[in-house]
């Protein structure tokens, strides 16, 4: 009698005990195979398998749940540990639209999850417009500035013909991303350049969220076209552009046409945009081949045949009625 | 004796601790979310979170239309064909779409609802109402014709006035009483509208007015303050018209709207007195609600965008080599 019982109080101790371990094993083994194999994603779950799986998963359900509510109170969208990060880098400079401008851009780019605008001004110093302007937008973003250097012996407000406009913003903007971010970082994230008076569909960020190296889609209104665009083949790669303006660069796309992956701008630490001596129409391929062959572009906007990006220009306002004094009070910012 | 109790407490003991400890993690284990997704590759997880983008967006358009206890605000934009025209309604989309209980009504220049504007609104994620009104050949500016000419947009406005006014007839109980509280803004589709604006308008009893900018040949126009009271307009051009202001720089209760059925743009109106042609039905100047820091804010400005050039698309299209039509630009 006494050895049954015996027997029965161990398996009592026991059996809970071994229960409670398959069914941890079970359920720590899983995401121990999800962490291996991604190693590219971006998790902040590289504790391994010490942390529980179900700390894990109810902490992503969590997250889930954080964004649908979040989502409707604030702007811009709340940060995704998985999405890569859309570096956009905007050259600007002072005019009276500027500020108009850049006002309706970072409305569009509030509802851009994972955004960060690099706002570089053509200044000698940072403006408070631009300043206060960013700072209320509640968007994630860095504001450098950088002067391109006039000549003044040319006429009056002309700045050097020689630098086409922009090309020293968008320099420092990636010299930027190379002093921020080292090669070694998992931190995933694409690259776009934006000029501030051109429109950006919602539809784009998501179709350069996935680029590998360098993606490429059409762009409305330029080279004197309704649409430039690269010519893709029946396999899907990128042969050539559809263009009337010297189709023959080798890279015949607009600067609203590409995006490019962070990790080779990290890679390819000398590739900059070149400052003088480009002709008109060449800026774009003096960046990209340095960076990426015609084979390695990947179409995007429904292999190349969906507009989700025009160049639009803006008119410069007639201030004919301000006169040699200005009619209208300085203090006033517009 | 006491040795031996003292086992069978301890043992029990543990067997309870046990117990309840393995019915937890059980209960906890429970609710454990499908695993599964983490075995994702990088791209099937982008393409589901595409998928969970979309769904938050429906999200917000349906909160924030939840959010009833402010006054709705009806944006009326004349719109017409023209290359730039996808490219403006997308982007001022943008703005509207982070507006609360805003409701956009699209107007087109056209003889019947265009294919373009037909999808784009309904993949816009906006409360939106789609007419068409075409502008009497008369009245319409020419190829060519500077942009003064003629006042642009007047049919297409009083079309957006006469559906609100429909609405407001049909309306009863709680809906017309919110259409009590609500405001009407004309909003051209190639202005810059900041989402301070829509804020600042959305309390007006009759008609409140603030300063644009870029207009009238100058940096910024506005109603001049004084007391709480507009007493004079700043504008360079014209001062002494009933109300010399642009379009997009009042906005008028919808109340006020549908007792004065008799107020309607003149599309026949001299130039620059559009606006005066609708206000002096509804208000006198010392009626009017000056908002924007008593008007010294500019909040709203009177971009226009360039015609793009197409040269080479012109000479390619004679020579019948032009871009795919197919393509909506």
């Given at each position: 009698m006494p050895k049954r019982r015996d027997i029965l109080a161990i398996v009592l101790i026991v059996l809970p005990w071994t229960l409670l371990i398959t069914v941890w094993h079970q359920s720590a083994i899983a995401p121990l195979f999800a962490i291996r194999k991604d190693d590219g994603t971006e998790t902040r779950h590289d504790t391994g398998p010490a942390t529980d799986s179900k700390e894990y998963c109810s902490q992503d359900k969590d997250i889930v749940e954080v964004v649908r509510t979040e989502y409707v109170y604030t702007r811009p969208p709340p940060w995704s540990d998985v999405l890569p990060t859309i570096h956009v880098i905007t050259p600007t400079y002072s005019r009276p639209v500027q500020k108009a401008e850049l006002t309706r851009l970072a409305n569009t780019f509030l509802?851009?999850?994972?955004l960060h605008w690099i706002l570089v001004e053509d200044s000698q110093r940072r403006t408070p417009l631009v300043t206060r302007l960013l700072r209320e937008t509640g968007l994630n973003y860095t504001h450098l500035n950088v002067e391109t250097p006039r000549n003044y012996k040319l006429r009056g407000d002309t700045r050097d013909p020689r630098i086409p406009r922009g090309t020293m913003q968008r320099n420092l903007a990636l010299r930027w991303l190379r002093e921020t971010f080292n090669?070694?970082?998992?931190?995933a994230g694409i690259v776009y350049f934006a000029d501030d008076d051109n429109t950006y569909s919602l539809e784009l960020f998501e179709e350069m969220r996935s680029t590998r190296k360098v993606s490429v889609w059409p762009v409305a209104f330029v080279g004197g076209l309704r649409y430039e665009s690269p010519k893709v083949n029946a396999a899907g790669k990128v042969y050539g552009w559809k263009t009337v303006f010297d189709p023959h660069r080798p890279f015949a796309i607009d600067m609203a046409g590409f995006a490019i992956n962070l990790r080779l701008i990290l890679f390819k630490p000398q590739a900059y945009f070149k400052l003088?001596?480009?002709?008109?129409?060449y800026q774009e391929s003096s960046l990209l081949r340095e960076l990426v062959t015609l084979s390695d572009l990947e179409p995007k906007a429904a292999n190349c045949t969906k507009i989700l990006v025009w160049h639009t220009r803006t008119e410069k306002p007639v201030?004919?009625?301000?006169?040699k004094k200005g009619f209208t009070d300085p203090n006033v910012e517009i | 004796m006491r040795m031996r109790l003292k086992l069978k407490t301890v043992f029990v003991l543990y067997f309870t601790v046990s117990l309840l400890g393995l019915i937890y993690a059980l209960m906890q284990l429970g609710q454990r979310c499908d695993c599964r997704g983490h075995d994702m590759s990088k791209d099937q997880q982008i393409s589901q979170l595409r998928g969970e983008l979309q769904k938050l967006q429906e999200h917000i358009k349906t909160e924030l239309n939840k959010k009833t206890d402010v006054p709705k605000i009806y944006v009326i934009t004349p719109t017409y064909a023209r290359l730039v025209q996808k490219a403006e309604l997308t982007r001022l989309s943008h703005t509207f779409l982070h507006v609360p209980q805003l409701h956009w009504i699209v107007v087109e220049d056209a003889p019947q609802p265009t294919l373009l504007v037909t999808d784009f609104l309904a993949a816009s994620g906006l409360t939106y109402t789609h007419l068409h009104k075409l502008t009497p050949k008369d009245r319409k500016l020419q190829?060519?014709?500077?942009?003064?000419l003629k006042p642009r947009g007047a049919e297409q406005r009083n079309e957006g006035l006469r559906w609100l006014r429909e609405m407001g007839a049909a309306a009863e109980g709680k809906e017309a009483a919110a259409l009590e509280e609500a405001v009407v803004y004309f909003a051209d589709d190639d202005n810059t509208y900041s989402l301070q604006l829509f804020e600042e308008m959305r309390y007006t009893y009759r008609v409140s007015v603030w300063p644009v900018g870029l207009v009238g040949g100058m940096k910024f126009e506005r109603p001049v303050v004084e007391d709480g009271k507009v007493v004079r307009f700043h504008t360079g051009w014209r001062p002494n018209r009933p109300f010399p202001i642009d379009m997009a720089g009042f906005a008028v209760s919808l109340r006020l709207i549908l007792t004065s059925p008799q107020a309607r743009f003149d599309g026949d109106a001299q130039m620059g007195f559009l606006e005066s042609s609708f206000l002096q039905h509804l208000v006198t100047m010392d009626e009017l609600e000056p908002k924007a820091d008593l008007c010294t804010k500019v909040l709203v400005w009177h971009t226009r965008t360039e015609k793009p050039k197409m040269k080479r698309e012109d000479a390619l299209q004679k020579q019948g080599l032009g871009s795919d039509p197919d393509v909506e630009v």
């Open positions: 509802h851009v999850p994972n090669s070694n970082s998992s931190q003088r001596g480009v002709k008109g129409g201030l004919v009625n301000e006169g | 190829e060519g014709d500077p942009s003064w």
